[in-house]
């Protein structure tokens, strides 16, 4: 699909172009403060020769920023004339272990450890990050097996057993060692790169909300989490996209925290583009990443192109697409207005259109409450093995109030009426050969495509299987 290939190549061009060689990033947007030269000097006892290579992160995106020698003694040096870009980079040693790093503006420090106990044994000079990195790093080394074991106890006691309160105490007090010690960090640290980091990957804390009988309040509980989860994130500092802490909490927020239905999934992307409309580089991300995430080839949500109409007409414009070129903005919104019509909640656009005897064809002239829009290619794989599930559903159907509207699509006449002979298609068939009888009506994008009309004409359903077709109908039925 054209459409996507350009917002794809748009978000991930930086990673590419990283991958290509071994001299960094770049980004559209100057650092605001001067970064030097690399000299990161570094040596674990016991490595054995070979090379290392420096790993940076650009969304969930990793590329090679460098690579070095490790010689005898365990010791490697990245020095070069252009800076790293600031951000979180993991080394991958010569025995297929890593080491965990940060980057930022000042890029001259060592670091000494040892095989065996990377984290525990690391000593860093020079980088005040990487100091603060590895003192959280050996804080959760410690305390990891106390949550590990105290859970474990209370999965074996459940919450019945008179045990379960003090073990549950006893979690609450290594979750409260755990906040007191990162606050430690955002106090007196508070400008340090390794703090932003770090306090954009907390969540919200769980309000507890009571119903008037004293219940727990969960849909608001919800609500109050999913709003505040951004408070945390500096979108001023691009360096956070170079870091994993951005991809993750955006791939939580959308398709976790958010109900899997395009209106849903467009509240909660309205509400987080409007923070960050004035952060260019976190609005291009997250345009394009949410855009991508529901690419229509692979995603089994109802109305994938739901969310590509409202994201192309709000963020894909001339004037808010900066990262791309005019022409590929009239591309993405061309194609955007070819699906509008035909989203799920819309009234169906009417089509007329001649059948296989010259008559002119139109749905909004068929009586039955239900009409089925069927789409097809008479050389379609999948329409030979969908065509005579259908035919055998209209059979029966039929008379119960259901209708199909097949339209022929890509093919030419001859091709068509024989198909018709050759299934024994019993519906209303129209085929133009000059597609303007349902250009920007119907979307078809792979066919067979399959739409569902309810007596308002209302689409209720589309990207349906025929095994799906009377479940909708009957869902709708109840309704009423």
């Known amino acids: 699909m054209r459409y996507l290939i350009l917002i794809l190549s748009?978000?991930?061009?930086?990673?590419?172009?990283?991958?290509?060689?071994?001299?960094?990033a770049g980004t559209e947007t100057e650092s605001p403060v001067t970064l030097e030269s690399p000299d990161i000097r570094i040596q674990v006892q016991g490595l054995p020769a070979g090379t290392a290579y420096l790993i940076g992160h650009y969304a969930e995106q990793r590329y090679r920023a460098d690579s070095?020698?490790?010689?005898?003694?365990?010791?490697?040096?990245?020095?070069?004339?252009?800076?790293?870009?600031?951000?979180?980079?993991?080394?991958?040693?010569?025995?297929?272990?890593?080491?965990?790093?940060?980057?930022?503006?000042?890029?001259?420090?060592?670091?000494?450890?040892?095989?065996?106990?990377?984290?525990?044994?690391?000593?860093?000079?020079?980088?005040?990050?990487?100091?603060l990195l590895y003192r959280n790093l050996k804080f959760e080394q410690e305390i990891q097996p106390k949550f590990?074991?105290?859970?474990?106890?209370?999965?074996?006691?459940?919450?019945?057993?008179?045990?379960?309160?003090?073990?549950?105490?006893?979690?609450?007090?290594?979750?409260?060692?755990?906040?007191?010690?990162?606050?430690?960090?955002?106090?007196?640290?508070?400008?340090?790169?390794?703090?932003?980091?770090?306090?954009?990957?907390?969540?919200?804390?769980?309000?507890?909300?009571?119903?008037?009988?004293?219940?727990?309040?969960t849909q608001?509980?919800?609500?109050?989490?999913?709003?505040?989860?951004?408070?945390?994130?500096?979108?001023s500092d691009d360096r956070l996209l170079y870091t994993p802490v951005i991809f993750n909490k955006l791939n939580r927020y959308i398709t976790e925290l958010t109900p899997q239905n395009a209106d849903s999934i467009l509240a909660s992307t309205d509400f987080l583009m409007n923070k960050v409309l004035n952060y260019p580089e976190y609005y291009k991300f997250f345009a394009n990443w949410i855009t991508l995430a529901y690419d229509p080839e692979k995603t089994s949500l109802m109305d994938p192109q739901a969310i590509f109409v409202h994201m192309v007409k709000n963020?894909?414009?001339?004037?808010?697409?900066?990262?791309?070129?005019?022409?590929?903005?009239?591309?993405?919104?061309?194609?955007a207005n070819e699906m509008a019509a035909s989203l799920v909640g819309l009234k169906g656009p009417n089509v007329t259109a001649?059948?296989?005897?010259?008559?002119?064809?139109?749905?909004?002239?068929?009586?039955?409450?239900?009409?089925?829009?069927?789409?097809?290619?008479p050389t379609c794989e999948h329409c030979m093995e969908q065509t005579p599930k259908l035919v055998q559903l209209y059979q029966a159907?039929?008379?119960?109030?259901?209708?199909?509207?097949?339209?022929?699509?890509?093919?030419?006449?001859?091709?068509?009426?024989?198909?018709?002979?050759?299934t024994g298609m019993p519906w209303i068939n129209v085929f133009d050969p000059t597609n303007k009888a349902i250009y920007a009506k119907y979307f078809v994008d792979i066919t067979p495509e399959i739409y569902v009309l309810n007596p308002e004409r209302t689409i209720i359903a589309k990207n349906l299987k025929v095994n799906q077709i009377i479940e909708v109908i009957e869902r709708d039925k109840a309704k009423r």
């Open 220 to 235: 608001l509980q919800v609500y109050y989490y999913r709003t505040e989860f951004w408070d945390n994130v500096d979108f």
């Open 397 to 422: 159907w039929k008379s119960k109030g259901l209708e199909v509207y097949g339209i022929a699509v890509d093919t030419d006449d001859a091709e068509w009426k024989d198909y018709i002979a050759k």
């Open 68 to 131: 070095a020698m490790v010689d005898a003694t365990g010791q490697m040096q990245f020095k070069r004339a252009e800076p790293y870009k600031p951000g979180f980079y993991f080394i991958y040693l010569s025995d297929n272990s890593a080491l965990q790093m940060l980057v930022d503006a000042d890029q001259t420090f060592t670091m000494k450890t040892r095989v065996g106990n990377l984290t525990g044994a690391m000593e860093v000079q020079g980088s005040q990050d990487n100091e």
């Open 315 to 335: 963020y894909f414009t001339k004037e808010r697409a900066f990262w791309t070129d005019s022409m590929e903005v009239f591309a993405l919104q061309q194609r």
């Open 354 to 377: 001649k059948d296989p005897s010259g008559q002119l064809r139109s749905i909004y002239d068929i009586q039955a409450p239900y009409i089925v829009v069927y789409m097809y290619n």
């Open 10 to 24: 748009a978000f991930l061009g930086f990673a590419c172009n990283s991958q290509a060689n071994d001299k960094g």
């Open 148 to 217: 590990q074991a105290v859970a474990e106890q209370m999965k074996a006691a459940g919450e019945g057993n008179p045990a379960y309160p003090q073990l549950k105490a006893q979690q609450d007090q290594l979750l409260a060692q755990r906040k007191a010690h990162l606050q430690e960090f955002f106090d007196n640290y508070p400008n340090a790169f390794f703090t932003k980091f770090k306090l954009a990957g907390q969540n919200p804390d769980v309000k507890n909300i009571l119903n008037p009988d004293g219940s727990v309040n």
